[in-house]
């Protein structure tokens, strides 16, 4: 899964930043008169101004046309809000500073670069994320419940003396998780390992292939490739080959005991272990005579009929217009978990998971570096597809303490707007690391 605003400047393409923001420096004690000057005009391009060919450099002119600038401007206005205020100013030097900026909606983080030398224009611009607008939890939590659909968050403090909840929402509901469920698979290999049955450094043949994410579906078949590579790519990239791969060499058995350990309230959800490309397969109408008896069927049968029909259940027969267009079948057809159960497998890893697992976390922040950094630990894995998102995240903070995060959003009737679940979580996050 991709986590990123939909409307993120600079990281659209390459092209919107013509000259790279420099290595910061030790900030100043001053913000010089040329910041101030540009970070006004900043302001000025955001809210619309057409002043494009005074205040960037011809580099960047050349990069990003200021037809291509304006229209990218007017999107992140129709998503966030008129930007309104400078929140912020933190110098990185006499020519490049990070803003915060308030937008009706958000408070975004901007990186501003200038010339050099006189008139100091702006070389580099780069608006690298938004977080929700809101001073506190619950008011963050309120917004999230009013999105379109269902909601379900749970933020507890792992090393607390009690077992309260930081912060809840419908917290022991039933929600599809889409790739998130690949955290259970990294659990079981991580034991397997610890309890010397494997090695991160055995070598299996890849297979079957699914279809993307990741990139290992574009390998040779039957590509060697180690376990810890197939774990990096399923966590990090959530790769569905790799996964794929896992799930074939580990078996049913294991997974089913992985799930039952790590606390799920009812481990019948997650039996069979649905590979990616039987789940996708099964939502093909080609297929809508087979998905009735396997939907019908007791657990037992419907390993049976996987097994049986493997050779049917093909990437061949997927149209990915049907899986990209609307939600198809997510409440029957996913991956199912509350934020209970979510929390307890994010529990049991920050518990018992090797330095190996715990760094693979790591690989892929989700919501971005900037939030990130607040964090002197920062494990994430997310799940995505139409009507369907799952953030999680394993979080240790400078000031000592330790956090499970899951954010869960379904609405079966129409797909999720992700940038607005993604600003939200962000201020979450960002607000747990002051506390």
Known sequence: MRLLPAIMLGLLGCSLLAAAIPARAQSPTLISAQLSERTDDVMRLLQGEEIEATVFDENFRNAVPPARFRELTRQVRAQQGAALAVVSISPQGTNSATLKIRFEKSIGTVNLALESSPPHRISGLLLTGFEAAGSSLDTVLAKIAALPGRQGVLIRQLDAGDLQPVAALDSDGRYAIASSFKLYILAELDRAVQAGE????????????????????????????????????????????????????????????????????????????LMTRQASALKMPVHAELRDRFLSARPDEQENLLTGNDAVLTLDSMDSRILTSKPNFIDQLEWFATPQDMVRLLTYLDRNASPETLAILTVNPGIGEDAARKWRYFGYKGGSEPGVLSYNFLLRSRAGKSYALSVNWNNKEQALQESELLSLTTRLVSLLAEQ
């Open 198 to 273: 494997r090695r991160w450094s055995d070598v299996v043949r890849l297979g079957p292939k699914s279809h993307p994410s990741g990139i290992s579906q574009n390998w040779p078949d039957a590509s060697p490739v180690t376990l810890h590579t197939l774990a990096t790519l399923m966590i990090s990239l959530s790769d569905n080959s790799a996964t794929d791969t896992l799930i074939r060499i580990i078996g049913q058995d294991r997974l089913a005991d992985i799930v039952r350990i790590s606390g799920h309230h009812d481990p019948s959800e997650l039996r069979p272990f």
